[in-house]
């Protein structure tokens, strides 16, 4: 690594001589620079070997040998920020760049994809935004769902392909009665700190958990023995090893309150461990004292790219509908897009419409690994708390009005054919509305006012595609005499509905298995729980009881909620998966991503 010293010297050389090759002698050069002949030809060997001059030396009195500069000072400062970037210093070097920050883009690209180091496979994708809280039991967006799961486990997990629950943390469990819940722990399993996993662990965690909605009959949590767990309910839940395998009931150690900066540097059981996580990069490596199979990939580096356009936690392709190959689109890269991942290499799909862009060196398969429908996808959500919708005409009335057929009409049409609207939560549902009496019922003496009304809509932060959704719904709203100011919350704001709104703009994916967790994101969620309650809708406590029970189905509760005039599905993106011939292991999953643990570069045998 060259010095600031060096550097200065050089920069000294290239304001006087510029690049066109020069004839001058070792003594000038060293006059120049105002040291010895000696040192300046150490000088032209360093630099020689930084690759910022071409210098062919001539012997004997009165030659003169010949200098040719070859950097100019945006070069050396790239050069400068890259050997940065090398070390792990992503803050120093944007900082270094200062107005140059557009320099940091090709030195990131040059990062992305597959490399092997000493036999490791490392694969390193861009992402357009901090991952800053990753604390089971918060508010999380879908790309940290993601990650939460390689980084921890619960005593259970879904097998996606059988859809099924299987033993994690816990090999074997065993219900006592109605009410009482018995599990056992694998002997040994450590946390990445290297803490061996006790009772006590599982204990603080799932107590910290029966807080929330979802757990709320959870009436105690008891060590029975050194490995063993009892679990006591006050009411019967038949699904209740799934429950346990949410994301909310993932293992913490026992003192996780108490140490700092958790959310970002969360510790756990899982097949990678949290190494770095800042405003600049998430970097995972491989748990060598994992209970599991080891990760075929050794590390997983998220690069937080600066001002990369604006490719929103849902929509990458979705909206762009690009495909530079790449997991959503991208130049050797991976960013959680819209609804294309692709492994390939160039960028240009995002979180746009709901998969991950991944760009991975290698040779691009032209076909389509894997494509559907995303489960999930955008809504609106009438809040119960405004008096805006206390009639079910005025909600039905809204969800004609902003039906997405007619917001379809509104969109680009290179991208309307990555948008398809829905009829309910899921692309296998059909849940539509019965018509409503198409006159404004805002047309009423308390609004004779022009505007006749005025609405606030809500949508969280750092999604581009909510914007664009918004001013569309502003469009419609406006031949109607009402006027809609739109409200841009940060992400925990939005999933708490803290805020004094009438209604919501979101997003959501189903895990396996979609149908409970559609369920148990309905009667789970605060933002949801304070936002259907009401009407002719029973009491949520009442739901809830009939649902966790098996009285009641997710598709009839959605049916219900729909019907109702709370919620409107708005539309489901494609969700595509692209790759290099050689990435092994690899499968899209509902939340947009691939496991790390199983993906791997088959090498190319010389």
Known sequence: MYSQRLEQQYLKLLHRHGFQPLAITLQELADQLYCSKRH???????????????????????????????QNEQQLLSDKADQLLESGRFADAVKLLGEEKYLIAPLLKGRLGFSIRSDQQVLRVPYYRAMRNLYPGTPLRRSERHLLRQICNGLTRIKEEKEEVEPCLAHHWRQL????????????????????????????????????????????????????????????????PTLLASLSALILPADHASRANFASFPVGTGPYRVVDNDQWHLRLKAFDGYFGLRALLYEVEVLMWPDLPHIPDHAAQKTSGNSSTSASTGTNSIINSGSTTWLSSSISDTEYASGIASGIAGRTSDLFKEMFLEKGGYFLLCDSRSPHWQSLERRRWLHELLNPYLIAQHISASIRHLWVPAASVLPEWCHGIEPCVPENPFKTADFSEKPRAILRLAYHQQHPEFPMLAKVMKTILASENIELVMVELDYQEWALGDADVDFWLGTVNFPVPETWHVGAWLLGTQLLRQSI??????????????????????????????????????????????????????????????????????????
Do not use: C
Not at 44 to 68: C, D
Not at 554 to 565: A, E, F, M, Y
Not at 575 to 586: F, T
């Open 40 to 70: 300046m030809r150490n000088l032209l060997l360093k630099m020689q070997q930084e690759g910022w001059i071409s210098w062919q030396a001539q012997t004997g009195r009165g030659r003169r040998s010949t200098l040719q500069l070859l």
């Open 177 to 240: 009665d109605a009410l009482n819940w018995r599990f056992y722990l694998r002997p040994a399993v450590q946390f990445h700190d290297g803490k061996e996993l006790n009772t006590n662990d599982v204990v603080v965690s799932l107590t910290r958990a029966a807080k929330l909605p979802l757990f709320s009959h959870l009436q105690k949590v008891q060590a029975a023995g050194p490995l063993i767990v009892e679990f006591t309910l006050s009411e019967p839940d038949p699904l209740f």
């Open 533 to 606: 309650t009401g009407g002719d809708l029973p009491q949520l406590d009442q739901l809830h009881k009939a649902w966790r029970a098996g009285e009641l189905d997710s598709q009839v509760l959605v049916w219900q909620v729909i019907q109702s005039g709370w919620l409107q599905p708005l539309f489901h993106h494609w969700m595509r998966l692209k790759g290099p011939e050689q990435a092994q292991g690899i499968h899209l999953n509902n939340l947009g991503w691939f496991d790390f643990q199983s993906i791997w570069l088959e090498p190319t045998v010389q």
